[in-house]
């Protein structure tokens, strides 16, 4: 079975510019998950779908962050302008139920450089 | 008070021995706690989960949880240089969506 897999790997972008990331969870997985972990910190929740309904985006930090999951099959994450604080490493995770008793299998991550 | 607190480390082990990682967490709310492993570049990988008060073990690995006292701990014995990595410590606090709130990570180097 496949797991989670993110596109691109590495993004390297100037401040002003538009990026999206792609994130495909594991098949059969409704509940899909951003993150994001800056230089130095924790990784910290973005958002939560469950198909392709937002079901919690309290840690998105502001409004030039917009997910999607139309289908309720892949994800992506556009970052619209893209400022110097956006850059870390954004990672998703897939989960077959919702709540708190259910595991979450990370992807390998986006790694985005905002010069 | 961070949420979710976890001594960064490094945690330096012998080969063979018992390595240690604690966390402890500030919401009594929360309702479940997970260990993830993270080599360098690498996605975090789950390795444990433990819901309840009490020990939970698996192969080399046990999670010790202790609501009470609002500490996890995971324990590997008869380590290995492999399992030099990253431990995170992730605890869910909301029932609806399991987000999950991590510590910065302890890091483990074990020495042949």
């Known amino acids: 079975e496949a797991g989670v897999t993110q596109f691109p790997s590495h993004s390297v972008i100037e401040k002003g510019q538009t990026v999206t990331l792609r994130c495909d969870p594991i098949?059969?997985?409704?509940?899909l998950y951003w993150y994001r972990r800056v230089m130095g910190k924790e990784i910290k929740f973005l958002l939560h779908f469950v198909k392709e309904s937002k079901q919690d985006e309290s840690g998105m930090p502001n409004n030039r962050f917009l997910a999607e999951r139309t289908g309720g099959t892949y994800s992506t994450l556009k970052v619209q302008p893209a400022e110097l604080e956006d850059s870390g490493v954004y990672f998703c995770a897939s989960s077959q139920g919702q709540g708190s008793y259910n595991e979450q299998f990370f992807g390998p991550g986006t790694r985005l450089t905002v010069l | 008070q961070k949420e979710v607190e976890q001594n960064s480390g490094p945690l330096s082990v012998p080969e063979g021995a018992i390595a240690s990682l604690n966390c402890t967490y500030s919401?009594?709310?929360?309702?479940?706690f997970f260990w993830y492993r993270q080599y360098s570049g690498k996605s975090p990988e789950l390795i444990m989960s433990?819901?309840?008060?009490g020990d939970k073990e698996d192969g080399r690995f046990t999670a010790q949880l202790n609501k009470a006292s609002q500490y996890v701990s995971l324990l590997i014995r008869d380590s290995q240089p492999s399992d030099s990595a990253t431990y995170l410590c992730a605890v869910s606090v909301s029932s609806n969506t399991g987000k999950l709130i991590f510590g910065q990570g302890t890091t483990l180097q074990v020495k042949p």
């Open positions: 098949s059969g997985h409704d509940n």
């Open positions: 433990i819901y309840s008060n």
């Open positions: 919401d009594r709310g929360s309702q479940s």
